[in-house]
């Protein structure tokens, strides 16, 4: 289990053990990706993070650039070393969304979807441009910014569950993997032939 709401990964490790009768692995806990860490506070670092990390890594090759949109945004930069190096975060789309509703006397509740012109032209879809658009290009930038750092060759690739509503608008994403932490997880559990197949104990 990886997870950085710790409780749903309670609740989830104990319906597990209970329904199936295994102790479920929790990354962080009793199993770690395999990656170098170089967070000032490695232990501080999301477990959903370095899986990406690793996942993207392992997947893609390094330099790299992981972008996670969900309910926050994360850039997670990877080195040419396959070394993990920290990132950003960043208020997802639907709080920033949420946000606009809360704490505006005149911007109704609005479903995010895509938007259907660049310029918007009542308050509905001004939002969803400047949403959509407008956190396309913040990854754009941010992604040249990060290459400048780690090399302009990175590798850039998007996950998470808004990716696909704002992927197809940035021009610096080389491939968007959904399941990039499933297959994190896979990896990593692989890479542990003692663990495999096996429950903790």
């Known amino acids: 289990i990886s997870s950085v709401v710790p409780k749903a990964r309670d609740i989830l490790s104990r319906d597990l053990k209970k329904l199936l009768g295994i102790t479920p692995f929790i990354l962080g806990k009793n199993i770690t990706a395999p990656i170098k860490n170089l967070y000032h506070y ?6 959903d993070r370095l899986v990406n990390a690793y996942a993207g890594a392992m997947l893609y090759g390094a330099p ?22 920290g990132g950003m975060i960043l208020p997802g789309l639907r709080v920033s969304l949420e946000g606009l509703f809360e704490n505006t006397a ?11 012109e660049f310029i918007g032209r009542d308050t509905e879809s001004g939002v ?6 407008g ?34 608008y940035c021009r610096e994403m080389d491939r968007i993997d959904p399941d990039l ?16 197949c096996k429950s903790a104990r």
């Open 106 to 116: 005149l911007v109704p509740k609005i479903k995010l979807k895509s938007p259907k």
């Open 42 to 47: 490695p232990k501080k670092a999301g477990q």
């Open 135 to 168: 956190y396309a290009a913040l990854i754009d930038k941010l992604s040249e910014r990060i290459k400048e750092k780690i090399g302009k060759g990175a590798f850039v690739i998007g996950t998470g569950g808004d990716m696909e509503l704002v992927g197809r």
């Open 128 to 133: 969803l441009s400047g949403l959509v658009f």
């Open 181 to 196: 932490a499933l297959k994190g997880l896979d990896l990593i559990m692989r890479s542990r032939k003692d663990l495999c």
């Open 64 to 85: 790299l650039i992981v972008v996670d949109l969900g309910t926050a945004v994360t850039f997670d930069v990877v080195s040419r070393k396959k070394e993990y190096l």
